[in-house]
């Protein structure tokens, strides 16, 4: 990983918008004019993302759902907050997040600058009632004053939320992950780095798998994400039987032209609405993003619910063509896969592992370059 930021800095001394050279199989980064990928930033915004003091009973930090040794998800079904609170998702990985077009699973965020602050005051996630507990922290820590000073020229007095935000923001963005046994294959032309399994997987991914329909891979690089919501019927089990008054009282609050309650279901069956909850968009309604897949064979469980704990449980799950509802999306149908080609799309998703986090899954922080 410190290669990559020691050639987004370099590139940076050339260019006002850095678009840098990323590990195989990658499209270029870019850095916005307003934020200077420095070091004094990058390390900055590594020690506020492990602060747990920007959280209301001083036990969250960011790392506290993104482990960097569990590549910056956390293993668990769903996210766990103060007080060890259940969440109602599951952790995404924020490996190669600087890609995204949308952030958080129902794409609430526009930009990777306007999803840092949402957790700090979600009362489940850090739990602060405002941000100025995160000034405070900040003034009153014995290194932070210093530390901003040196990566944004800025006196304790003027430290802002804002300036917390593009710390942790171009720490983020050296969170990439490539050069795994399929971009040597894929892109680099190695047919040796493949077994047949692995080969006959990406085959299937491509083709009758209907896999890179949404999870893209390009000509010269793979997110592996077409940064799309998609209703594949997970959780929708959930808000199946109540859907029908939910959908008839939102199309009366609309034509009434009055704002929309929708306390017909409580925060957890709310959550499963998706897409639905950022847009009012009846389409929506179930639709998540499709997220990235490097290293996923490291990251389960699965699904935005991490309901699926297994790569082959994920692979069953799409062959039987999803949970049927009104809404599933025309890109998911019944497969009709064999077991062998099931046992070659898992081969293929697990060379997509990155080398430096080959170790990860036991906890292990990721390899440095």
Not at 100 to 122: C, I, K, M
Not at 146 to 172: C, L
Not at 233 to 256: C, H, M, Q
Request: glycine share 8%.
């Amino acid at each position: 990983m410190r290669s990559v930021v020691t050639a987004l800095i370099a590139c940076l001394l050339a260019h006002s918008v850095c678009v840098a050279e990323q590990p195989l199989g990658l499209p270029p980064l870019r850095i916005p004019e307003k934020e200077p990928l420095t070091s004094e930033r990058v390390a900055l915004g590594e020690m506020l993302f492990k602060d747990t003091r920007f959280s209301a009973d001083g036990t969250i930090a960011c790392s506290s759902c993104h482990l960097p040794g569990k590549l910056f998800s956390d293993g668990l079904p769903r996210a766990r907050g103060i007080q060890d609170i259940e969440g109602t998702r599951n952790v995404p990985s924020l490996i190669n997040v600087a890609f995204y077009d949308t952030f958080f699973l129902d794409g609430r965020a526009a930009s990777l600058e306007e999803q840092v602050l949402g957790p700090l005051t979600n009362p489940i996630e850090h739990g602060l009632n405002d941000l100025k507990a995160v000034l405070t922290v900040i003034r009153k820590d014995e290194r932070y004053p210093g530390q901003f000073q040196k990566a944004f020229g800025v006196a304790p007095a003027e430290i802002s939320t804002d300036h917390f935000v593009r710390a942790i923001t171009s720490f983020e963005r050296t969170l990439v992950s490539g050069d795994s046994p399929f971009d040597r294959y894929f892109f680099g032309g190695d047919k040796t780095v493949l077994s047949e399994s692995a080969a006959r997987g990406l085959e299937l991914f491509r083709m009758k798998g209907n896999c890179a329909n949404c999870h893209e891979i390009v000509w010269k690089s793979a997110t592996f994400t077409d940064n799309r919501f998609y209703n594949l019927g997970v959780g929708f089990e959930r808000i199946e039987s109540d859907l029908p008054r939910f959908v008839d009282a939102y199309w009366a609050a609309r034509d009434a032209g009055q704002e929309f309650n929708d306390t017909i279901y409580t925060e957890a069956p709310r959550s499963e609405l998706g897409r639905f909850n950022v847009t009012h968009t009846v389409s929506d309604i179930g639709r998540f993003k499709t997220p990235g897949l490097r290293n996923v064979a490291l990251t389960a469980p699965y699904m935005h619910d991490g309901s699926q704990k297994t790569l082959m449980e994920v692979v069953e799950y799409y062959d039987k063509g999803g949970y049927p509802n009104p809404l599933l999306d025309a890109a998911i149908f019944p497969l009709n896969l064999a077991e062998q080609e099931k046992k070659d799309l898992v081969a293929f998703m697990e060379a997509l592992t990155s080398p430096q986090y080959a170790s990860a899954g036991s906890g292990t922080e990721p390899a440095k370059h």
